[in-house]
């Protein structure tokens, strides 16, 4: 358990509408990550931090906004919500520069009817 | 182009019965190999880091093996309780970021 939470676990919305999943860390990380999986295409990343208020995107980035005003918060948005991005959403951490593995979160299930 | 290919796609082993899982790559400038362990409705769990061809690995019945172009995850004697899907993932040099494998659903029956 490397103190990630996110909320919500579970969220089913309709097409259009905003949509907002957190991210939540207890350890100070520096560098977080959002991933969907879906299957037939494994974990992509869709954006990344490094920092507070330094974001940069993945490689499945369209449709979605990310922010982070605070270490322990990374946000992520779907400005207008479409069935495509009907997914499971993971956000990882990674503790360091110094360490390449990441660590995962337990998940965001969201259903775009 | 960054590649990570898993194989089989699934698999079903009696308990007791040892076997292999595959992770193929083409990655620039690896830096790490990854092995995670996803069980139905939760978030990976980290397994092993990789860094160079002929290390290995060790965790229970689980031993993993890198080369210059594959890796492996050796299962000895497994158990029902292993049963999951075992991500492959490796870190590009070229880019920073992970590249995960598609997955390996392991099924042991007892």
């Known amino acids: 358990d490397a103190g990630i939470t996110q909320s919500p676990r579970h969220k089913v919305t309709e097409t259009g509408t905003p949509v907002t999943l957190r991210c939540h860390q207890t350890?100070?990380?520096?560098?977080m990550y959002w991933y969907r999986q879906d299957p037939g295409h494994g974990l992509r990343l869709i954006h990344y931090s490094y920092g507070v208020k330094d974001t940069d995107k993945g490689e499945v980035s369209d449709g979605y906004s990310v922010s982070r005003s605070k270490t322990e918060d990374f946000l992520l948005t779907l400005e207008s919500a479409t069935s495509s991005q009907t997914s499971v959403y993971f956000c990882?951490?990674?503790?360091?520069?110094?360490?390449?593995?990441?660590?995962f979160g337990p998940g965001t299930r969201l259903t775009v009817l | 182009e960054d590649q990570v290919t898993q194989s089989p796609e699934a698999l079903r082993l009696q308990e007791g019965e040892s076997s292999s899982l595959n992770c193929s790559y083409t990655?620039?400038?690896?830096?790490?190999l990854f092995w995670y362990r996803q069980d139905p409705g939760k978030g990976p769990e980290f397994l092993f880091t990789l860094y160079s061809a002929g290390e290995e690995k060790e965790k229970e019945r689980l031993k993993a093996t890198l080369t210059k172009k594959e890796s492996f995850l050796h299962i000895t004697a497994p158990k029902p309780e292993d049963s999951a899907t075992y991500l492959c993932a490796a870190h590009s040099g070229n880019t920073g970021k992970l590249i995960f494998g598609q997955g390996t659903t392991l099924q042991v029956k007892p």
């Open positions: 350890e100070n990380h520096r560098y």
């Open positions: 990882a951490i990674r503790q360091g520069a110094s360490y390449n593995e990441q660590f």
């Open positions: 990655v620039s400038g690896l830096r790490g």
